[in-house]
C-alpha cells in the first residue's frame, strides 16, 4: 500500500513479484507448447482450436452478463472487441493448418504457419513471454466476468463507490463511512430473489481424468467440439467446454446453463493439475480452488483417490467451508476388463442381449472396486461416469448402451436439486465480495493516514515512559472517527452518553460471532460474542489478545493498545523496558529510542488500519446471512397469506 508518502518518488514496481506471476501464467496457459520445434500438424491444430474455444467462451459469457451493448463501459466493450478480432486472426491461421494437415506440404509451410501463430499470441518480436497478448486477453475478460455480479446484484453499492471514487478524487475531506454501506447492501440484498440465483458448480482434479467431458455432459449439450470451433461469437451457439488428449482449460470456464424446468446452473470447467507431489501446493491449485468460489466443488478422479486428493478435498471443506463431491470417472476400461473376466468373452463380441444381461452385476463389481481410496479407506457417495473424448473401437459399443451412463442422471439430477442453502450461501459470498471491494479501494487504499504528525509526537513522547501510546490512540481514534466507526471519541462518547449510529444498526442484527475472528476491538461491543471453542477456527487466522498497555491520564480514559499479538507482547515490554534503562543512561541514547518510537508508531498506524479494514469485510458475512434469511421468511409469509 501506498501511504503517507512511504516511498519518495510514489509507488515502485516490485518485479520480482512481475517475474514470478508471469512464470505462473506461463506454466498455467500451456505456453511450453510453442517453444516446441517439433510441433507436429494435428498438435498445432488442437491447440489453436482450444485457444479459440477458450477466447469465445469469454467473449461469450460477458457478453451475457452485458446484454445492453450500449451500457457497456469503455474498457470492457475494448476488452471484447480486442477477443473477437484475435479470434478472428486465429480462425485464418486455423485454417491455414487445416491446409498443411490434409495436403503434402513441406515442412517450411508449418514452420512458417508455427511462426505467425506465436507472434499472434504473444502480441509482437519483443514480448518478453509466449503468449503474452493470449494471456492478457483472457485474463482481462476474466477480471471483467468476476466484476459483473456485483454490478448485476448489487446496483446501489456500484454507484456508491463511484461516488466515492470520484470525490476521493476532487475533494480533501475523506467522505466514505462504514454505516453507508452495509445499508447500501442491505437494500441491494433485499430487491434479490434467491429463486432466480444461479449456483456455481466447479469441477477440478488432475489434467486428463475428463473433467471437461463431464461439464459437457451434465449441461446435455448437443453441439459437438467441432461444430462450435467453426461457429461465430454468437448468442444462439452454446459453446462445449474444450476437450482434447492432455491439457484442455487452460483458465477457469464459466458456462450458465438452464435446463427445460427453468433451473439455472453456473457450471465452473477449473483448469487440471499438473502437480502430483502432494508436498507442494499443487502448482498453487489450491489458490485456483479458491479463485474459483463455488458453493458445491466436484473432485473428479481416475483409478484410485490419491493423497492429494484427499488434500484438495480438506481445504475445499474445512478451510473454504464448502460441500465436494467425489466422482470417479472413465470406470468404462474396468467395465470392460471385468466383463471379460467375469463373463469370459470380450464385450464387444457377445450379443446386446448378453450384454444387457450381465451389465447390472458388472457395473456392481465396478462400484465394488473403486470404492476405495489409495489407502484402503471406504468412500461414500462415490459417483460413477463414463465421460470422455475418446471414444474409440475399444469402448464405442458401451458408449452407446444405455447403462454406460452410470450414475451421469443421478448426478445432473442432484446438481439441479440443490438445497436453497446453496443459493444462500452464493448470495452472501457475492455480498461480502462487494463489500470487499469497496472497503478496500475507497477505504484501505483511499484513506491516505497522514501519519507524520502523529510520528512526531511519538518520538516527543517517548522521553517519557510508554508515553509514545498517546499519539498511538490518538491516530487510531482518528482512523476510527474518519470511517464513521465512531461518530466521536470514546471519551466523549461516555461524556455525552451518545449513542453510536454504527454499532447501534448492528446490534439491530442480533449477532453473535466469535470474539478470535476480530483483529481490532473497534466493533466487538457491537455484537454478542459466542464463547470461544477449544477447536480453532480456521477463517480467524493468527489468534489475537487483548491486552491494556498503560494507563496513561487522559481525563480517566484507559488508552488501550487494541490488540496486541500475543507472540509479541513479551518483546514489547522488554523493549520499553530497555527505553527507561536508555532515560536513566543519557540523553543520546534517548534520542535514538524517540526516532525508534516515531518510525514503530508509523508502522502501527498502517498495521490498525489494515485490520479496522479486516473487520469491516469480516462482519458484512454474517450481516449479508441475516439478511437474506430475514428476507427469505418475509417472502414466505407473503406467498401464504396470497394463497
Same mark, same amino acid.
Given at each position: 500500500?501506498?501511504?503517507?508518502?512511504?516511498?519518495?518518488?510514489?509507488?515502485?514496481?516490485?518485479?520480482?513479484?512481475?517475474?514470478?506471476?508471469?512464470?505462473?501464467?506461463?506454466? #498455467?496457459?500451456?505456453?511450453?507448447?510453442?517453444?516446441?520445434?517439433?510441433?507436429?500438424?494435428?498438435?498445432?491444430?488442437?491447440?489453436?482450436?482450444?485457444?479459440?474455444?477458450?477466447?469465445? $467462451?469469454?467473449?461469450?459469457?460477458?457478453?451475457?452478463?452485458?446484454?445492453?451493448?450500449?451500457?457497456?463501459?469503455?474498457?470492457?466493450? =475494448? =476488452?471484447?472487441?480486442?477477443?473477437?478480432?484475435?479470434?478472428?486472426?486465429?480462425?485464418?491461421?486455423?485454417?491455414?493448418?487445416?491446409?498443411?494437415?490434409?495436403?503434402?506440404?513441406?515442412?517450411?509451410?508449418?514452420?512458417?504457419?508455427?511462426? #505467425?501463430? +506465436?507472434?499472434?499470441?504473444?502480441?509482437?518480436?519483443?514480448?518478453?513471454?509466449?503468449?503474452?497478448?493470449?494471456?492478457?486477453?483472457?485474463?482481462?475478460?476474466?477480471?471483467?466476468?468476476?466484476?459483473?455480479?456485483?454490478?448485476?446484484?448489487?446496483?446501489?453499492?456500484?454507484?456508491?463507490?463511484?461516488?466515492?471514487?470520484?470525490?476521493?478524487?476532487?475533494?480533501?475531506?475523506?467522505?466514505?463511512?462504514?454505516?453507508?454501506?452495509?445499508?447500501? *447492501?442491505?437494500?441491494?440484498?433485499?430487491?434479490?430473489?434467491?429463486?432466480?440465483?444461479?449456483?456455481?458448480?466447479?469441477?477440478?482434479?488432475?489434467?486428463?481424468?475428463?473433467?471437461?467431458?463431464?461439464?459437457?455432459?451434465?449441461?446435455?449439450?448437443?453441439?459437438?467440439?467441432?461444430?462450435?470451433?467453426?461457429?461465430?461469437?454468437?448468442?444462439?451457439?452454446?459453446?462445449?467446454?474444450?476437450?482434447?488428449?492432455?491439457?484442455?482449460?487452460?483458465?477457469?470456464?464459466? *458456462?450458465?446453463?438452464?435446463?427445460?424446468?427453468?433451473?439455472?446452473?453456473?457450471?465452473?470447467?477449473?483448469?487440471?493439475?499438473?502437480?502430483?507431489?502432494?508436498?507442494?501446493?499443487?502448482?498453487?491449485?489450491?489458490?485456483?480452488?479458491?479463485?474459483?468460489?463455488?458453493?458445491? !466443488?466436484?473432485?473428479?478422479?481416475?483409478?484410485?483417490?490419491?493423497?492429494?486428493?484427499?488434500?484438495?478435498?480438506?481445504?475445499?471443506?474445512?478451510?473454504?467451508? +464448502?460441500?465436494?463431491?467425489?466422482?470417479?470417472?472413465?470406470?468404462?476400461?474396468?467395465?470392460? $476388463?471385468?466383463?471379460?473376466?467375469?463373463?469370459?468373452?470380450? *464385450?464387444?463380441?457377445?450379443?446386446?442381449?448378453?450384454?444387457?444381461? *450381465?451389465?447390472? @452385476?458388472?457395473?456392481?463389481?465396478? $462400484?465394488?472396486?473403486?470404492?476405495?481410496?489409495? @489407502?484402503?479407506?471406504?468412500?461414500?457417495?462415490? !459417483?460413477?461416469?463414463?465421460?470422455?473424448?475418446?471414444?474409440?473401437?475399444?469402448?464405442?459399443?458401451?458408449?452407446?448402451?444405455?447403462?454406460?451412463?452410470?450414475?451421469?442422471?443421478?448426478?445432473?439430477?442432484?446438481?439441479?436439486?440443490?438445497?436453497?442453502?446453496?443459493?444462500?450461501?452464493?448470495?452472501?459470498?457475492?455480498?461480502?465480495?462487494?463489500?470487499?471491494?469497496?472497503?478496500?479501494?475507497?477505504?484501505?487504499?483511499?484513506?491516505?493516514?497522514?501519519?507524520?504528525?502523529?510520528?512526531?509526537?511519538?518520538?516527543?513522547?517517548?522521553?517519557?515512559?510508554?508515553?509514545?501510546?498517546?499519539? $498511538?490512540?490518538?491516530?487510531?481514534?482518528?482512523?476510527?472517527?474518519?470511517?464513521?466507526?465512531?461518530?466521536?471519541?470514546?471519551?466523549?462518547?461516555?461524556?455525552?452518553?451518545?449513542?453510536?449510529?454504527?454499532?447501534?444498526?448492528?446490534?439491530?442484527?442480533?449477532?453473535?460471532?466469535?470474539?478470535?475472528?476480530?483483529?481490532?476491538?473497534?466493533?466487538?461491543?457491537?455484537?454478542?460474542?459466542?464463547?470461544?471453542?477449544?477447536?480453532? @477456527?480456521?477463517?480467524?487466522?493468527?489468534?489475537?489478545?487483548?491486552?491494556?498497555?498503560? =494507563?496513561?491520564?487522559?481525563?480517566?480514559? =484507559?488508552?488501550?493498545?487494541?490488540?496486541?499479538?500475543?507472540?509479541?507482547?513479551?518483546?514489547? @515490554?522488554?523493549?520499553?523496558?530497555?527505553?527507561?534503562?536508555?532515560?536513566?543512561?543519557?540523553?543520546?541514547?534517548?534520542?535514538?529510542?524517540?526516532?525508534?518510537?516515531?518510525?514503530?508508531?508509523?508502522?502501527?498506524?498502517?498495521?490498525?488500519?489494515?485490520?479496522?479494514?479486516?473487520?469491516?469485510?469480516?462482519?458484512?458475512?454474517?450481516?449479508?446471512?441475516?439478511?437474506?434469511?430475514?428476507?427469505?421468511?418475509?417472502?414466505?409469509?407473503?406467498?401464504?397469506?396470497?394463497?
Amino acid at each position: 500500500m501506498y501511504c503517507g508518502h512511504k516511498y519518495h518518488e510514489g509507488p515502485q514496481i516490485n518485479n520480482l513479484l512481475i517475474d514470478l506471476l508471469w512464470k505462473q501464467f506461463y506454466l #498455467k496457459y500451456g505456453s511450453d507448447l510453442l517453444n516446441s520445434l517439433n510441433i507436429m500438424p494435428g498438435t498445432l491444430l488442437n491447440d489453436i482450436s482450444c485457444r479459440m474455444t477458450h477466447v469465445q $467462451r469469454l467473449v461469450k459469457y460477458i457478453k451475457k452478463k452485458k446484454p445492453d451493448a450500449c451500457s457497456i463501459p469503455g474498457k470492457i466493450k =475494448s =476488452s471484447i472487441e480486442r477477443g473477437i478480432q484475435l479470434n478472428n486472426d486465429l480462425k485464418e491461421i486455423q485454417i491455414t493448418a487445416k491446409e498443411i494437415q490434409t495436403t503434402d506440404r513441406t515442412d517450411d509451410y508449418l514452420q512458417i504457419c508455427c511462426d #505467425k501463430y +506465436r507472434r499472434l499470441l504473444s502480441g509482437n518480436d519483443e514480448a518478453k513471454t509466449n503468449c503474452e497478448f493470449f494471456i492478457e486477453i483472457c485474463e482481462t475478460l476474466l477480471y471483467h466476468i468476476e466484476q459483473a455480479d456485483f454490478e448485476t446484484y448489487f446496483p446501489t453499492l456500484k454507484r456508491l463507490m463511484a461516488d466515492w471514487e470520484y470525490s476521493l478524487k476532487t475533494k480533501e475531506n475523506f467522505e466514505p463511512k462504514v454505516i453507508k454501506i452495509y445499508k447500501s *447492501f442491505e437494500e441491494d440484498l433485499k430487491a434479490v430473489d434467491l429463486a432466480n440465483l444461479a449456483c456455481r458448480v466447479g469441477f477440478f482434479g488432475n489434467i486428463s481424468v475428463g473433467k471437461s467431458s463431464l461439464v459437457n455432459d451434465v449441461r446435455k449439450n448437443g453441439h459437438s467440439y467441432t461444430d462450435v470451433l467453426d461457429a461465430e461469437i454468437a448468442p444462439h451457439i452454446e459453446i462445449n467446454s474444450p476437450v482434447s488428449v492432455g491439457k484442455s482449460t487452460l483458465c477457469q470456464l464459466e *458456462f450458465e446453463h438452464q435446463y427445460s424446468d427453468g433451473k439455472n446452473v453456473v457450471f465452473v470447467d477449473i483448469q487440471g493439475s499438473t502437480d502430483y507431489d502432494s508436498n507442494l501446493k499443487s502448482g498453487n491449485y489450491f489458490d485456483e480452488l479458491k479463485k474459483a468460489n463455488c458453493e458445491l !466443488y466436484i473432485l473428479v478422479f481416475q483409478d484410485r483417490l490419491t493423497d492429494i486428493h484427499k488434500k484438495w478435498h480438506d481445504y475445499i471443506v474445512n478451510v473454504l467451508h +464448502r460441500e465436494c463431491w467425489l466422482v470417479r470417472n472413465k470406470v468404462d476400461d474396468l467395465f470392460l $476388463r471385468l466383463f471379460r473376466e467375469d463373463v469370459g468373452v470380450e *464385450f464387444n463380441s457377445c450379443s446386446e442381449a448378453k450384454g444387457n444381461k *450381465f451389465a447390472a @452385476n458388472i457395473i456392481k463389481r465396478v $462400484r465394488e472396486q473403486v470404492s476405495y481410496d489409495s @489407502n484402503g479407506e471406504k468412500l461414500s457417495n462415490l !459417483y460413477l461416469t463414463f465421460s470422455s473424448s475418446e471414444i474409440n473401437d475399444y469402448n464405442r459399443k458401451l458408449s452407446e448402451m444405455p447403462y454406460a451412463k452410470f450414475d451421469v442422471e443421478t448426478l445432473t439430477e442432484n446438481i439441479k436439486n440443490l438445497p436453497v442453502d446453496f443459493r444462500k450461501i452464493r448470495l452472501q459470498t457475492i455480498a461480502m465480495n462487494a463489500v470487499a471491494k469497496i472497503i478496500n479501494i475507497c477505504f484501505r487504499r483511499g484513506y491516505v493516514v497522514n501519519v507524520l504528525k502523529y510520528k512526531i509526537a511519538a518520538g516527543l513522547a517517548a522521553i517519557v515512559p510508554f508515553g509514545d501510546l498517546i499519539p $498511538r490512540y490518538l491516530g487510531r481514534e482518528d482512523i476510527r472517527q474518519a470511517f464513521g466507526v465512531n461518530n466521536r471519541s470514546r471519551f466523549m462518547a461516555w461524556w455525552t452518553g451518545e449513542k453510536e449510529e454504527l454499532k447501534d444498526y448492528l446490534k439491530d442484527f442480533s449477532i453473535e460471532i466469535d470474539p478470535n475472528n476480530f483483529k481490532t476491538s473497534a466493533l466487538k461491543t457491537a455484537f454478542e460474542l459466542r464463547s470461544t471453542s477449544t477447536v480453532p @477456527n480456521v477463517n480467524a487466522g493468527v489468534s489475537f489478545i487483548a491486552r491494556p498497555a498503560a =494507563s496513561a491520564g487522559i481525563a480517566g480514559v =484507559s488508552v488501550t493498545d487494541d490488540v496486541i499479538r500475543a507472540v509479541g507482547v513479551g518483546g514489547i @515490554n522488554a523493549v520499553r523496558g530497555v527505553s527507561i534503562a536508555f532515560i536513566v543512561v543519557g540523553v543520546g541514547l534517548t534520542a535514538a529510542l524517540c526516532a525508534w518510537s516515531a518510525v514503530m508508531n508509523g508502522k502501527q498506524m498502517y498495521d490498525y488500519l489494515n485490520r479496522l479494514c479486516d473487520d469491516m469485510i469480516l462482519i458484512s458475512g454474517p450481516i449479508a446471512m441475516k439478511i437474506i434469511e430475514d428476507n427469505e421468511k418475509l417472502r414466505e409469509q407473503h406467498s401464504i397469506n396470497t394463497q
